[in-house]
């Protein structure tokens, strides 16, 4: 049966989909938080936490533009 099943790639599959189907998501989820104003403690920067939910909205974002570069690419 071993010769049948590529274990280091089905790693790699299993890594990486844990990574994007979990990551990404959390990586939005992240921002929206960070932007929501009901539940913002006192004393918080509004502008420090504007700019993570940005820098979390331009991290997703960038994923899946490479994404796309890289199956446009040809990539495997």
């Known amino acids: 049966m071993?010769?049948?099943?590529?274990w280091g790639a089905l790693l790699n599959?299993?890594?990486?989909?844990?990574?994007?189907?979990?990551?990404?998501?959390?990586l939005y989820a992240l921002g929206v938080r960070a932007l929501d104003t009901s539940t913002r403690?006192?004393?918080?920067?509004?502008?420090?936490?504007?700019?993570?939910?940005?820098?979390c909205f331009a991290g997703a974002a960038g994923a899946i533009l490479y994404a796309l570069y890289f199956i446009a690419a040809g990539g495997h």
């Open 2 to 6: 071993n010769t049948y099943v590529q």
């Open 13 to 26: 599959v299993l890594i990486f989909g844990l990574l994007i189907g979990a990551g990404m998501p959390a």
């Open 41 to 55: 403690a006192v004393g918080r920067s509004a502008g420090l936490l504007k700019a993570t939910a940005y820098a």
